[in-house]
């Protein structure tokens, strides 16, 4: 059985009884009673829920919104970030070169209406995590999710070529097309071999050397969290990342889905890991740390060991380190993956085809080849 649960009819819905759809129902509570803009102030969506039999999804529904967070804009994805990366790194005279393409490029999506999408079972996180879902689901869901939003691209983001490999496998049978959307680094025991213990032991005892230990957060924790994250994801990355509210923090301390500690030096915290555990998997979409530490502190170090110590504990989760500081990520045994957005498009117009059809070859084609030569 697929339905979807609208905004209006949450109110009187009743989620099946079962610890997977209770969670996800009281996640996406905020989200509709508030509006997404209460939680994550640069994401503007609408909240739907998707029920597959006793599975429940939250589901997210745009039209345009091209200033959102890259949690619901293929466009920020795409086109916002690449832009942003130009004027970080620094190409010098070459982008006269590139500026005026990218914004020919920004103006075709746009006019494909690139940000008119469905993305089911999205979390608004960094990394989403699925349960098991088989092969039947996924085709009655599409062909649900089709006929709910006729004119809409409908998508899966973040499913890995490893611990999703069925489904994205799955996904593709049923007519979806894959698009590269960035490179994850996985840590799997198997594949931690000696050099990279050498280091998770040092990292290990640099915690029990200065003293670290972990805590569970609490409400009272929430201006710290709120402050960490925004010094690491926000001031010195990219504030295209989702951007989180002090009543975000507050709603998911009382979420199942959620474990969040806190890392503390004596009475003091000194940074935050947010662990999003769902379907046998695990990531940390909130993490950060004093923006007045200093390398001498170890803080990025001690607060990563959270995978190793998962996997210390026998914990059967697929740990994701998410992307970014590849070279750190691969020295301690994680692996590299590409991550994609799986896209259904061939009920859309001929022209909205063509453009889709087109710009996943380019960034299959182009940019995948050129992240995994680099690293990123």
């Known amino acids: 059985m697929i339905r979807f649960i609208n905004p209006q009819q949450y109110a009187t819905y009743t989620p099946p009884a079962n610890p997977q759809a209770h969670a996800v129902y009281q996640y ?29 999804l939250p589901v997210t529904k745009n ?12 466009y920020t994805h795409y086109i916002s970030y690449c832009k942003e990366e130009m004027n970080i790194v620094g190409i010098g005279g070459l982008k006269y070169l590139f500026a005026p393409l990218l914004g020919l490029l920004g103006w ?39 006929k709910q939003f006729p004119g809409f691209l409908i998508a899966f983001r973040s499913i890995n070529e490893d611990y999703n490999a069925t489904a994205l496998a799955d996904l593709i049978s049923l007519g979806g097309h894959k698009i590269a959307s960035r490179r994850v680094y996985l840590l799997k025991s198997e594949n931690i071999r000696s050099c990279a213990k050498k280091l ?8 029990q050397a200065k003293n670290y230990c972990w805590a569970n957060a609490s409400l009272a924790d929430v201006p710290d969290i709120n ?12 504030r295209l990342n989702p951007q989180f509210t002090q009543l975000f923090y507050r709603h998911i301390l009382q979420n199942a889905l959620f474990q969040v500690r806190m890392l503390r030096q004596g009475a003091k915290n000194r940074g935050v890991c947010g662990l999003f555990v769902h379907g046998g998997g695990a990531t940390a979409p909130i993490f950060g740390y004093a923006s007045n530490s200093t390398t001498q502190d170890a803080l990025y ?8 110590e998962m996997i210390q504990d026998k914990e ?23 991550e994609y957005t799986v896209l259904f498009y061939n009920h859309l117009s001929i022209g909205r085809r063509w453009f889709w059809k087109w710009f996943t070859g380019f960034i299959n084609r182009v940019a995948l080849p050129i992240m995994i030569w680099k690293r990123y």
């Open 28 to 56: 996406v509570e905020p989200f509709i009673e508030k509006g997404s803009r209460a939680l994550i102030s640069n994401v503007d969506t609408e909240v739907w829920l998707a029920q597959i039999d006793d599975i429940l």
């Open 301 to 308: 170090r001690v607060l990563s060991l959270w995978g190793w």
């Open 227 to 238: 402050q960490f994250y925004e010094a690491l994801y926000l001031k010195k990355y990219s």
């Open 63 to 74: 039209i345009a919104q091209y200033e959102n967070s890259y949690v619901c804009s293929l």
């Open 316 to 338: 059967p989760l697929n740990i994701n380190f998410s992307s970014g500081v590849s070279l750190f990520k691969r020295a301690r045994g994680a692996v590299g993956r590409t």
């Open 200 to 207: 998770l032991r040092k990292d290990e005892n640099t915690k």
């Open 108 to 146: 075709m999506a746009k006019r494909a209406q690139m940000n008119k999408v469905v993305i089911l079972n999205n979390f608004m996180l960094s990394t989403n995590l699925y349960v098991p879902i088989s092969k039947m689901q996924y085709q009655e869901l599409v062909w649900a999710a089709q």
